[in-house]
């Protein structure tokens, strides 16, 4: 049996537990309504339903790359894809806002104001969903990682790959 690369492993253990965490800490939909307040209903509708699509695809995806189905690495390249293309969407400041001013009033430190603290948050949040997205584009697609899914077809039946 061939031995799995390290990253199969990584980014499958890694989608999985934060998958199951983030679906958990998705909050009921009053929540989500008051957290995103400034979006017209239909659209904040959407985006609540998108959370859970993408979570559960994450994870299916996350299992799936673990058994080495190769379907379920292009599914997350494309994954990788739309979140990096959704950044500013998924991540927005007022929903930052709300989540961040508790702790700044916590702190009692006042280098910055609220709102750059926010900001710095909303950034730093980009900043590492991007990484971890744009390192599971490149290690996906290179042509040993693909080679090995390929190698993977054989004992997997062809509605599955």
């Given at each position: 049996m061939k031995r799995v690369p390290w990253g199969v492993m990584f980014f499958g253990?890694?989608?999985?537990?934060?998958?199951?965490w983030q679906i958990h800490l998705i909050p009921h939909y009053a929540k989500y309504k008051m957290i995103n307040h400034d979006v017209p209903e239909g659209i904040m509708a959407f985006r609540y339903a998108v959370s859970y699509v993408l979570?559960?695809?994450?994870?299916v995806c996350g299992v799936g790359i673990l058994f080495h189905v190769n379907?379920?690495?292009k599914g997350l390249i494309f994954l990788f894809i739309f979140s990096i293309l959704t950044l500013p969407l998924r991540h927005t400041y007022s929903s930052f806002y709300i989540y961040v001013k508790p702790l700044f009033n916590a702190s009692g430190v006042s280098l910055v104001s609220l709102e750059?603290?926010?900001?710095m948050n909303v950034v730093c949040r980009w900043i590492l969903d991007g990484i971890?997205?744009?390192?599971?584009?490149y290690y996906f697609t290179r042509p040993k990682?693909?080679?090995?899914f390929n190698a993977s077809l054989k004992n997997v039946p062809s509605i599955w790959n």
């Amino acid at each position: 049996m061939k031995r799995v690369p390290w990253g199969v492993m990584f980014f499958g253990v890694i989608l999985v537990l934060t998958s199951l965490w983030q679906i958990h800490l998705i909050p009921h939909y009053a929540k989500y309504k008051m957290i995103n307040h400034d979006v017209p209903e239909g659209i904040m509708a959407f985006r609540y339903a998108v959370s859970y699509v993408l979570r559960l695809a994450g994870l299916v995806c996350g299992v799936g790359i673990l058994f080495h189905v190769n379907i379920c690495r292009k599914g997350l390249i494309f994954l990788f894809i739309f979140s990096i293309l959704t950044l500013p969407l998924r991540h927005t400041y007022s929903s930052f806002y709300i989540y961040v001013k508790p702790l700044f009033n916590a702190s009692g430190v006042s280098l910055v104001s609220l709102e750059v603290f926010t900001w710095m948050n909303v950034v730093c949040r980009w900043i590492l969903d991007g990484i971890f997205a744009a390192a599971g584009i490149y290690y996906f697609t290179r042509p040993k990682v693909t080679a090995y899914f390929n190698a993977s077809l054989k004992n997997v039946p062809s509605i599955w790959n």
